[in-house]
Nanobody, 114 residues
């Protein structure tokens, strides 16, 4: 199983970024796909998830600003991040569970300047 995340970068407050995560080695269409983030000195936190039946869930801190979506044909999950705030600065990871194991992408840095 491999998860390859991309799309991070440096952006000013109020700007937007879109993260992508390509999955391989799983039956993508039946898996819940998650985006987590970890800021310096803080615990990793769940940002958003997308279930196989089309439901999405968001952390309160990103509701109304972030959107998770998926392309089952291309085995991709996206995180569209709008109206970014300095507090969103973190390393973002995609994550899934497969056959009772947790899998993580390599992380992509998002830095939001004020």
């Amino acid at each position: 199983v491999q998860l390859q995340a991309s799309g991070g970068g440096l952006v000013q407050a109020g700007g937007s970024l879109r993260l992508s995560c390509k999955a391989s080695g799983i039956v993508f269409s039946i898996n819940t796909m998650n985006w987590y983030r970890q800021a310096p000195g803080k615990q990793r936190e769940l940002v958003a998830d997308s279930t196989s039946d089309g439901r999405t869930n968001y952390a309160d801190s990103v509701k109304g600003r972030f959107t998770i979506s998926r392309d089952n044909t291309r085995r991709l999950v996206y995180l569209q991040m709008n109206n970014l705030e300095p507090e969103d600065t973190a390393v973002y990871f995609c994550n899934t569970q497969w056959q009772s194991r947790d899998y993580w992408g390599q992380g992509t840095q998002v830095t939001v300047s004020s």
